[in-house]
C-alpha cells in the first residue's frame, strides 16, 4: 500500500512534466512561425466542435478549424488548429503564419506575443503548483509511515 502513495504521485508529476513540454514546445513553434516564419492565405476548409467531460464533471468544448493553403515550395499542407475564433467558418480566407521547415506546424492565430507569453506562463504556473502539491503528498505519506 506504501508503494502505492508513492507511485501515484510519481505519475501525476509525469503527466505535469509531459504537459509541460508540449505546452513549451507549440508555444515556441507559434512564436517562431509568427517571428520568422512566412505567411500564405488559407481557406478554412472544416469547423468542428470536441467535447469532453460531462457526467459528473463540467463539459469543456472546443472549437477546431482546418486549414489548407499551399506552402512557398508549391506543396499543398493541411492542418488542424484547436482555439480559433468561432467567427471564423468554412470557406474564409485567413492569414497563417508557418516555418518554412516545416510547413505542417502552421497557425492561423494572429501574432499576439503578450497574450502568447501569459497564457503559457499561467499554464507553467499552474503544473508547478501541481506538481508540488504532488511532492507534498509523497512528502507527507512518506513522514507519515514513518512515525511510530
Same mark, same amino acid.
Given at each position: 500500500?506504501?508503494?502505492?502513495?508513492?507511485?501515484?504521485?510519481?505519475?501525476? &508529476?509525469?503527466?505535469?512534466?509531459?504537459?509541460?513540454?508540449?505546452?513549451? =514546445?507549440?508555444? =515556441?513553434?507559434?512564436?517562431? $512561425?509568427?517571428?520568422?516564419? @512566412?505567411? $500564405?492565405?488559407?481557406?478554412?476548409? =472544416?469547423?468542428?466542435?470536441?467535447?469532453?467531460?460531462?457526467?459528473?464533471?463540467?463539459?469543456?468544448?472546443?472549437?477546431?478549424?482546418?486549414?489548407?493553403?499551399?506552402?512557398? @515550395?508549391?506543396?499543398? &499542407?493541411? +492542418?488542424?488548429?484547436? /482555439?480559433?475564433?468561432? !467567427?471564423?467558418?468554412? /470557406?474564409?480566407?485567413?492569414?497563417?503564419?508557418?516555418?518554412?521547415?516545416?510547413?505542417?506546424?502552421?497557425?492561423?492565430?494572429?501574432?499576439?506575443?503578450?497574450?502568447?507569453?501569459?497564457? !503559457?506562463?499561467?499554464?507553467?504556473?499552474?503544473?508547478?503548483? +501541481? &506538481?508540488? +502539491?504532488?511532492?507534498?503528498?509523497? &512528502?507527507?505519506?512518506?513522514?507519515?509511515?514513518?512515525?511510530?
Amino acid at each position: 500500500m506504501e508503494a502505492l502513495f508513492n507511485v501515484v504521485p510519481v505519475l501525476l &508529476i509525469a503527466l505535469a512534466v509531459y504537459a509541460a513540454v508540449v505546452l513549451l =514546445r507549440r508555444s =515556441r513553434q507559434v512564436s517562431a $512561425a509568427w517571428s520568422r516564419g @512566412d505567411t $500564405a492565405q488559407a481557406r478554412c476548409v =472544416r469547423s468542428y466542435t470536441t467535447t469532453s467531460g460531462g457526467g459528473d464533471s463540467t463539459v469543456r468544448t472546443t472549437l477546431h478549424h482546418v486549414y489548407e493553403f499551399t506552402a512557398r @515550395d508549391g506543396h499543398v &499542407i493541411r +492542418f488542424d488548429e484547436e /482555439g480559433g475564433p468561432s !467567427t471564423t467558418v468554412e /470557406g474564409d480566407l485567413v492569414t497563417v503564419h508557418y516555418l518554412p521547415e516545416r510547413p505542417q506546424q502552421a497557425t492561423a492565430k494572429a501574432p499576439a506575443r503578450g497574450r502568447l507569453a501569459a497564457s !503559457t506562463g499561467a499554464a507553467m504556473l499552474f503544473l508547478a503548483v +501541481f &506538481i508540488g +502539491f504532488a511532492v507534498f503528498l509523497m &512528502i507527507a505519506w512518506n513522514s507519515d509511515s514513518t512515525m511510530p
